[in-house]
């Protein structure tokens, strides 16, 4: 069975830092590229950050570059995302999902379309307070 389990959220502050975690299993996790979308209440799923697990190359969406690190320990079979400088506007359900195909997941990320990557997460909440 395939799970991917996304931790690590809260509340905090603005210009606080949150580290999420996505624990998987049931893949070959080095075939897949690993995404963190987020959904903020009344809005459509947004693509955060992507890393392809074979050769560890990151993709980000603009308005986090700079602030949010996507990170992998295939021994683990876990990705990181660090989120420093936080913003209200950062507020959302944050989700990971996984493709074998990096191409597409960037596509989704652009899209927003979670729910057409392969495997995805149940999310978790992040609120930042202003």
């Known amino acids: 069975e395939v799970q991917l389990v996304e931790s690590g959220g809260g509340l905090v502050q603005a210009g606080g830092s949150l580290k999420l975690s996505c624990a998987s299993s049931?893949?070959?996790?080095?075939?897949?590229?690993i995404a963190w979308f987020r959904q903020a209440p009344g809005k459509d799923p947004e693509g955060v950050a992507c890393?392809?697990?074979?050769?560890?190359?990151?993709s980000y969406a603009d308005s986090v570059k700079g602030r949010f690190t996507i990170s992998s320990d295939n021994a683990r079979n876990t990705v990181f995302l660090q989120m420093n400088s936080l913003k209200p506007e950062d507020t959302a359900v944050y989700y990971c999902?996984?493709?074998?195909?990096?191409?597409?997941?960037?596509?989704?990320?652009?899209?927003?379309?979670?729910?057409?990557?392969?495997?995805r997460g149940k999310g978790t909440l992040v609120t930042v307070s202003s």
């Open positions: 049931g893949f070959t996790f080095g075939d897949y590229t």
């Open positions: 999902a996984a493709d074998r195909l990096l191409a597409y997941t960037l596509e989704a990320m652009r899209a927003g379309a979670l729910d057409g990557m392969d495997y």
């Open positions: 890393i392809k697990n074979s050769d560890g190359s990151t």
